[in-house]
């Protein structure tokens, strides 16, 4: 019985000692639960400016109604989706990133459509929300890849011999990256 108990006290101290990186495990987890908050932030920030950019389009006079209902939908669904980082399946991310390109392609088809209207173009209120819209896609971009650069390390370091072995113990599967949307892989048509 002395010797089962010194072996597993031994067993204990060595594994204490090894390095199945439990620890770094959930740091490292917890860095792609923050760095998912940042992205769901900048969407957020996304989301918010919609209205504006809506009220203030709508002021111009015999502006297409059916661009700002599509606009105002998109955003609904858009902001409907919302993933907690336990919940980051492929489907899940997918169907998230649906959402926002839908948001994507409809703001889109909005300031395509604002060229028309040169009132709408000159108007400073459009203009600024057009500048932080535009600077927020880029947030949305830059947030992105520092999710995907934390799944990366993440999903690295779990995958590795022998915290594999670990990993698997301890219930640490890997995390899904962001992945291009499939329909931004087709280059748009070009007609004169």
Sequence with gaps: ?????????????????????????VAKDENVAAKWAQVQNAYQRRADL??????????AANFE???????????????SIQLSPENLTPENIQKFQ?????LSGSL????????????????????ELQAQLEGTENRISV????????????NTYIRSFPRNIFAGWFGFERKTPFAADPNAQRAPAVTF
Aim: proline share 2%; hydrophobic share 40%; charged share 20%.
């Design 143 to 154: 947030e992105r890849m520092n999710f995907n650069t934390s799944v990366q390390d993440y």
């Design 108 to 127: 889109s088809r909005l300031l395509a459509t604002v060229e028309s209207y040169p009132q709408l173009k000159a108007n400073q209120n459009f203009l």
């Design 65 to 79: 109604q059916k661009t700002l209902t599509d606009v105002i939908e998109a955003r609904s669904r858009a902001t």
């Design 1 to 25: 019985m002395k010797r089962l108990l010194l072996y597993f006290f031994g067993f204990i101290i060595l594994a204490s000692q090894t390095s199945c990186g439990y620890n770094d495990m």
């Design 50 to 59: 919609v209205p504006n950019l809506v009220n203030t389009v709508k002021g």
């Design 98 to 102: 649906a959402a926002q390109g839908e």
